[in-house]
């Protein structure tokens, strides 16, 4: 579906994502407009703790924990085994930022995904491979389903960087017009470089159908999040897309909606530059700086 202008209406976003976007715009500002080559994001690495710190070590912003919970359509159809083991691990979203800048200015050193789990000491990341040496016990069909999540966290890309923003994009299964459909979920990810303070930016596009054309965005709003917030991740079951032994397939769950926060509706100009394949910098730049002009509408 292309983008068709929404009706215009005020649409109030969070101060701080005004705030951080023009940060974002006025410092992203480079020579350097070789366009960014995507690369898979960073893995938080097993065994942090999950939590806003800046005084840990590594990875000390927590940007969003989102758990999961299986909760509209054929919810009849999903064993409790399958359901336990699909919940068990929460997809992670944490930052690391440091004090680094002239004048006292924050930055974004990196951003990376994960999962993670309850453990003795609270909430830290696992892997499939280092459950057990964590004192974390998944069981075996946990265990098998952890490990197709972090396969898939593989083909998520790094496709822009700079001091003050990331943005990268993850496959997804979304449940839209009673339908479960694949799409890309494009995260933006910018901080507040005065306040070291930030948020996020998630909208859904058409997966490509070739290399020459922008990917469409679905003519829904833009989702606002702020950082450190914790989600109950709503899953929607499909009963068509099991095997005849119970086994989910690709299609059997899909997202109800994105991570809560602010609903921001397009604008042309954001519109048209939120589908972008490649970005350089200066070109992240422009899109920060049309979305700052969605939100102050």
């Excluded at 964590?134 to 822009?160: D, H, K, M, W």
């Excluded at 086994?247 to 109800?256: H, M, R, S, T």
Aim: charged share 25%; aromatic share 6%.
């Amino acid at each position: 579906m292309q983008y068709s202008p929404p009706p215009r209406r005020r649409t109030i976003a969070p101060a701080v994502a005004v705030a951080a976007l023009y940060v974002t715009l006025c410092s992203a500002a480079s020579a350097n407009d070789a366009v960014f080559q995507a690369v898979p994001v960073q893995v938080v690495d097993p065994g942090t703790r999950v939590r806003d710190d800046p005084g840990q070590e590594s990875w000390n912003r927590l940007i969003l924990v989102a758990s999961p919970k299986i909760n509209s359509g054929d919810v009849d159809s999903v064993s409790g085994t399958i359901r336990d083991a699909a919940t068990k691990c929460s997809l992670t979203i944490m930052a690391e930022v440091e004090k680094t800048l002239p004048g006292g200015r924050f930055e974004l050193k990196q951003v990376g995904v994960g999962y993670s789990v309850n453990g003795p000491e609270g909430r830290i990341t696992v892997s499939s491979d280092t459950a057990s040496e964590l004192n974390i016990p998944l069981g075996f069909i946990a265990r098998q389903v952890l490990r197709t999540n972090e396969q898939q966290l593989a083909n998520v890309s790094l496709i822009g960087k700079t001091s003050a923003l990331a943005l990268f994009d993850a496959s997804s299964v979304m449940l839209r017009k009673g339908q479960h459909r694949k799409y890309l979920t494009r995260h933006l990810v910018y901080l507040d470089q005065a306040s070291g303070e930030g948020a996020m930016v998630t909208w859904l596009l058409v997966p490509p159908s070739d290399e020459e054309h922008p990917m469409a965005i679905i003519n829904q709003p833009m989702r606002v999040t702020k950082w450190n917030t914790e989600e109950t991740r709503k899953i929607h079951v499909d009963a068509e897309a099991f095997n005849f032994l119970g086994v989910p397939g690709e299609l059997a769950f899909a997202l109800e909606d994105l991570p809560p926060g602010v609903d921001v509706a397009w604008t042309e100009r954001a519109a048209k530059l939120a589908g972008k394949k490649t970005f350089s910098v200066a070109e992240l730049r422009e899109l920060s700086d049309a979305l700052r002009e969605a939100m102050e509408r």
